[in-house]
Structure formats: structure tokens, C-alpha cells
DNA sequence: AAGTCTCGCAACCGCACATAC
DNA sequence: TGTATGTGCGGTTGCGAGACT
């Protein structure tokens, strides 16, 4: 027996959600907090499914989304973790609270997985390489940072670079954010709804315990890119508390499937809070590697670039 | 100026998983 | 134990805007 759908097909609204849509849905949330989203519709009014509701919020509404341009750090903190985890949009996610799965995916499948190709064919030019592509593009194997966009060297060794794209909000994008805006507030008043929470330090990296690894473990994680994205090894390495579990054979690897307990998007921020309720928490191994300027922030070191844009 | 093409993003779809009964 | 239900996730699609011819 199949299963049914999550909601009755006829007379639901499907489409681009209007401001009104937006504002009433904010609202009931408002009112009742996220979850439930089976009876948000029949409660609101709304003619949409209860996943339309969700996605909406989730992706769309939730307070703290930043929208437009990426950081070439957030950006190369995607490339990193794109490496080391595969397409687990939600796991990577989480290491940028403000940045939704979907973002990050759409992001990826758009600009970095298309600037990753040409990367690599740049340096490793098969015989039937598109050499037309490889001169007309900006790219230049030469410089010191990858061309993500617009990538300018400031100079003076610093390694910063600025990056000018030309994404743009839309008018209505605009409005929404509005919305979000509206929320902050009510966001910051009301008792934690964790899977909402956002700007957290904590993230998975506190289900993969991996402080006070050594360079080993760097070397594990650079080489990550040429294991056929089996974790196993880097997990081996881990201590006990670690919980990416990933047989290599395709099993869910994304730590949020095993601790959906209260129904909680999210529920890496703050699951070692019994242990620490430090706001601060230590950085993980793996979040001082992602965070660390000279490893995400620009990736200078083409060898290591190599190994993560091996995956294509 | 008009038609066509390309690209980016919001939203949808189907499946997987967890839980309640 | 099996079924129903709720939710999360990743892949894909379709539309609108801008670029191009």
C-alpha cells in the first residue's frame, strides 16, 4: 500500500504564495508556533497543503534567513562540507543557521557546482576539454583565489577578497523579509523554539565530536574527496559520542533523521546543552577547520582544491 | 522593438524516517 | 507487529527576469 498523500489534492492552491498568504501564516505562527502543519490549513483558512506551509516557512518566512549574496567564506565553507558530506543540503545547512537547505542547494547546483566543473577541467585538461570555455572564462588557475564570482584580490597578502555579485532581491522578496523582520522580536521573546533557533555556534559538528584531533584528522578530512564519500573513516576517528553513522553503502548519514524527537528542524543547535550550557560552546575540530579564513575563506592551497572537486 | 534563450530561485513531488496507536 | 500520520530531506520542475540576437 502506498502511501497517501500528505493532502487532498482538490482546491489546494498551488503556486507562488501572495503577501496575504504570507501575513496570515506569520500570523497563526505567531500565535501557535511552527509545527502542527496539518492543521495550519484547515485552521487558517489557507488553501494550501500543510507542506506548502512548512516549506514556506521554513524556507521562506522563518526569522534570520539571510538572503542574497553569499560570502566567499560562507561560500567555501559549502565547497568544504559539500566534500565531506555529500549532497546533505539539511547537514550543511546547519553550519550556516541563516542560510536555509534550500538555499545552499539551489546555490550549489547553480554557481559552485558549475565553477567547481570548470576548475577542475582547467587543471586537468583531458583531451577533449573545452578549451574555448576554459580561455573565454575569467578563471585563472594562476591567481591566488578561486574565481567565485567576482573575486578580487585586495592585496596586501591578507588574502581577503571581495566578492561582487549580482544577485538581487526581488521586490516581493523584499516584502517577506519584512515579515521575517516583524518576527525578530517575537522570536527573541518567546520561549526557545529550537527548531527555529538560530546564530548558534552549536550545530552537528556537536554530534561528530571531533575536538582534539590532530593533523591526522585534517588529512582524513582533505582527503575525503577521493573515498567515494565514505565516512566511515573520518567517523573511526571520532570519538564515541559521534553519531554520523554512514555504512558506505548509502545508509542516511544526516544527524537531524536520528533526533527528530518533538518534531524539531534543526536539532544539532543545541543538543549538547546539558553538557555545557555555555553560550559559547568550544568549537568542534571540524568547525575550526570550516571556519578557519585560510582553509574556507578562500582556498589557496589548489591541491587541496583538487581533492574536494574531485567528487565530479 | 520583438522574439528567443539562459539562468536563478521558489515551490512541488516523492520517498524516508519516527512516532503513535 | 502492522498501519496511519506527521515531518524532514533531496531531487526536480516551472516560471519570471534579464541577456542576447
Redesign the pocket.
Known sequence: ??????CV?VGI?????TPEEDITLVSYIQEHGP?????VPTNTGLL?????C???W???LRPGIK?GNFTPHEEGMIVHLQALLG?????I?SYLPQRT???I???W???LK?KLRKFQSALEPSPMAATDEILSDSFNVGRKSLDFGEVTDTGGGSGNVKLNQ?????SY?SSTENISRLLQGWMRSSPKIN?DSIGSSSSAAANCDLISHGDDQLESILSFGNTNNNVTMLMEKSSSKGTLQDSGNG??L?P???Q??G????PNININDNDNDNDNPPLSFLEKWLLDESAAGQVEDMNQMMELSSIF
Open positions: 500500500m502506498g502511501r497517501p498523500p500528505c489534492k492552491k498551488k503556486g507562488p504564495w509545527g502542527n502543519w496539518r492543521s494550501r497543503c500543510s507542506k506548502s512548512r516549506l514556506r521554513t524556507n521562506y538572503r549532497n546533505k543540503w539539511a547537514a545547512a537547505d534550500n538555499d542547494k539551489n546555490y547546483n547553480t554557481h558549475k549580482s544577485c538581487s532581491s526581488s522578496a527548531g545508509e542516511k544526516n537531524e533523521r536520528k527528530k524527537a518534531h524539531q528542524k534543526n
